[in-house]
């Protein structure tokens, strides 16, 4: 089976409130920290990248700079956008502030994809809950997440049990070893 064509967004439109800085401009090995998103989505292959930033984001410029689809609508009106504009029939989604993260998450993950399924990672133990930041979503989910927009419910865990329920996604378990991947960065380093 030839490699599932897809495209990308890297999720940078919050207020870093807590960071004190936009976090999409913090460096991680001597790189901003959107370059290196971008870059790593290349590596696994996105054949189109956007950015979602929001107006006064002045360092996100150009054709591929989405603006959430909803003011206030946190990651779920960046994934709205971008999936409006994506070419593929599948948009890997990932958070500017998960420094660590690897292609190989991803290349994983659209393993797990097939033509209207997406895939998502869920982790047990401390309570169940999705990692959507870092997922694969099947244009087929637009449905889903504009009337979860019209309804305010911004909640991505919330659109992620409707769209397993609807059978939009696979969802696998976490292994220890792909933690590490998916710590972000919330607060500066003291």
Sequence with gaps: ?????????????????????????????????????????????????????????????????????????????????????????HLAVLAVDLPKMEAKWFQSLLAECSAGVGAVARRTGNGDFFEPLAAVYPREILGLARAAVTRREFSLQRLLVAAEAEQLMRVRGLRADESVMLENWNEPVR
């Design 1 to 89: 089976m030839p490699p599932l064509e897809f495209s990308a967004v890297v999720l940078a439109a919050g207020h870093s409130t807590r960071m004190g800085s936009d976090k999409a401009l913090l460096e991680f090995a001597g790189v901003a920290l959107w370059r290196r998103q971008h870059a790593m989505l290349r590596q696994a292959g996105a054949a189109e990248i956007f950015i979602s930033a929001r107006e006064e984001q002045l360092w996100a410029q150009g054709e591929h700079v989405v603006r959430d689809a909803v003011a206030g609508g946190g990651p779920l009106g960046g994934l709205v956008a971008a999936l409006e504009r994506a070419a593929h029939g």
